[in-house]
């Protein structure tokens, strides 16, 4: 803790400061700022109008809400941007330091941190992580992400706290300093509204590993590995053999260094063959501090994360799973994969544009009824229309979700189960992907 108070002082002393973004985030540097720093001043700037009597910010802080709220910040020395926020100029293109509470206490901890990143799994793998070291008598902390600011952990760490991080590109992408150890899980088509390509979406994911030295690690999907890194690179593949880690296809056997680890399918709550890749991960990174026992024994306790290929419970004899994380054609190809004996798929949401003719050729052929709904379902119900689907009578259009889960449970075959993993977005719709589900539950319980 005195290594962060001493860096965060002499970054901020006699600065004028801005929080941009007042949210969870934005709160914890507010919160920090003021109990250790002595700046010359301290604006919040924020596109909704904040209350500052409710949230104890005195008169001497400067208040610059609404639509025009970017438009000041050349004239602070420093502006702490939060994650939830869209620059309108880029970083290099305003007279001061952005920068990031992720960014400062990165450059204070980074040794000590093992960062995740990834479109998909990157909650539950942190989770993982964390659970496996906490449960294994480690001094560990859970943060980034996952809903805890890292300035809200701060005050606790010790030298010998591990720090598991997880990390969006929101938060990397304008990041100059990375994790000595680092998990880049994979990459899918996401967030393209906001970053437009997908190589400009990479760019900011890999911020994860781009500043990491020789001697750190990065575990990272041989898809999208580096060609030319120098540092400690290991690869993860269901394709290649010969990469560091390979998980074989229905073996569920992870290889790397020689050894080897088969994963107790028959007494883990995580299904699916895309979380044997999140185990892997799990096991690579905390198999310097445990031993394999340890891990087993932890990793056999590890519940599964709401909204990730959750057991609702039985209802009219269908078993019912919410999958709301879902937001790409993958992992919904993958959910009717993972659960048991699939009835019934419901897919759909908020239309973002992505292409799903990887979906659509996959349930062109599959055994499953598909309940498409809302904007995005309705272009991949047209384009199964249009498809050569075998039995086209399986595919329906049910305009919300509450329709979708009342259909579902008129066409579910009797001990069969129905899924829901939208391969979309919820906006528009929904506040969330946990909303999303939390709705979906209350639904599924409802039923007769």
Not at 3 to 24: A, D, M, P, W
Not at 152 to 167: P, Y
Not at 277 to 306: G, K, Q
Request: with cysteine.
């Amino acid at each position: 803790m005195k290594r962060f108070v001493k860096h965060i002082k002499n970054l901020i002393e006699n600065k004028s400061v801005c929080i941009l973004g007042f949210g969870r985030e934005g709160r914890a540097t507010f919160e920090i700022i003021n109990k250790y720093c002595k700046p010359a001043s301290v604006a919040i700037a924020d596109l909704n109008e904040i209350d500052p009597a409710a949230n104890g910010i005195s008169g001497d802080v400067k208040m610059i809400c609404g639509a025009d709220y970017q438009k000041s910040l050349s004239e602070f020395d420093l502006v702490f941007k939060s994650p939830g926020i869209v620059l309108e100029k880029q970083p290099d293109e305003l007279d001061c330091t952005v920068t990031s509470e992720t960014q400062v206490f990165f450059e204070v901890y980074r040794e000590q941190i093992i960062g995740i990143t990834g479109t998909k799994g990157k909650s539950t793998v942190t989770s993982l992580i964390y659970h496996i070291l906490k449960e294994s008598g480690k001094k560990c902390i859970i943060a980034g992400n996952i809903g805890i600011p890292v300035f809200n952990i701060a005050e606790e760490m010790t030298d010998e706290t591990i720090v598991v991080c997880e990390l969006s590109c929101h938060q990397l992408e304008y990041m100059t300093v990375s994790p000595s150890a680092a998990v880049f899980l994979n990459l899918y088509e996401e967030h393209l509204d906001h970053y437009g390509t997908m190589e400009r979406y990479y760019n900011a994911k890999k911020n994860i590993y781009l500043y990491q030295d020789e001697d750190d690690c990065l575990l990272i999907n041989s898809d999208i590995a580096p060609k030319d890194d120098d540092g400690l690179v290991f690869s993860i593949s269901d394709k290649n053999p010969e990469s560091d880690i390979y998980v074989s296809d229905g073996v569920a056997e992870l290889k790397f260094s020689g050894e080897s680890y088969k994963i107790p399918v028959d007494r883990i709550k995580l299904l699916g063959i895309h979380n044997h890749f999140n185990i892997a991960a799990a096991y690579f990174m905390t198999s310097p501090f445990i031993s394999p026992e340890e891990f087993e024994s932890a990793l056999c306790t590890f519940n599964p994360l709401a909204h990730r290929l959750e057991f609702v419970g039985t209802f009219k004899g269908i078993r019912w799973y919410d999958d709301s994380i879902s937001t790409a054609c993958a992992t919904a190809i993958e959910a009717v994969k993972s659960v048991p004996d699939a009835g019934t798929v419901l897919i759909g949401g908020m239309d973002r544009g992505i292409d799903y003719t990887s979906l659509v050729e996959f349930l062109s052929t599959a055994d499953v009824n598909v309940i498409c709904m809302e904007a995005s379902g309705k272009r991949v119900f047209d384009m199964l229309q249009a498809a050569d689907v075998n039995e086209p009578e399986r595919v329906h259009y049910a305009e919300h979700l509450e329709d979708a889960v009342d259909l579902a449970a008129q066409i579910t075959p009797e001990g069969k189960s129905c899924v829901l993993s939208p391969a979309a977005a919820s906006y528009g719709i929904f506040k969330n992907f946990e909303e999303r589900g939390d709705v979906f539950k209350g639904l599924v319980k409802k039923l007769k």
